[in-house]
């Protein structure tokens, strides 16, 4: 059973840092296409950074390019979102992405993380 759960959101001021954490169960990371979205208010969800193979190569949004970095470690089947220098734009619910290689028009979501970014 697929499992996927997201943390490391909280409120942080303009400039700040996080470290959002996906750990995924029931499946092997390295199987899966991950990524991370996210959703703001009145907003679709967009795709922030991601994995495009299982060779390593990364794709960005063009908002968070320099800002954010996306990681992943097969042995604690965990991926990362290291975000720096936060606006106050990046403010949304940031979710964990998997789409298994097999299937990947089928999308499996985390319950999600918020980040706030507010003086």
């Known amino acids: 059973q697929v499992q996927i759960v997201e943390s490391g959101g909280g409120l942080v001021q303009p400039g700040g840092s996080l470290r959002l954490s996906c750990t995924a169960s029931?499946?092997?990371?390295?199987?899966?296409?991950m990524s991370w979205y996210r959703q703001a208010p009145g907003k679709e969800r967009e795709l922030v950074a991601g994995?495009?193979?299982?060779?390593?190569?990364?794709e960005y949004a063009d908002f968070v390019k320099g800002r954010f970095i996306i990681s992943r470690d097969y042995a604690k089947n965990t991926l990362w979102l290291q975000m720096e220098s936060l606006k106050s734009e990046d403010t949304a619910v940031y979710y964990c992405?998997?789409?298994?290689?097999?299937?990947?028009?089928?999308?499996?979501w985390g319950q999600g993380t918020q980040v706030t970014v507010s003086s």
């Open positions: 992405n998997a789409r298994p290689m097999y299937e990947l028009m089928r999308h499996y």
């Open positions: 029931g499946f092997t990371l390295m199987d899966y296409a």
């Open positions: 994995f495009i193979d299982r060779s390593g190569r990364t």
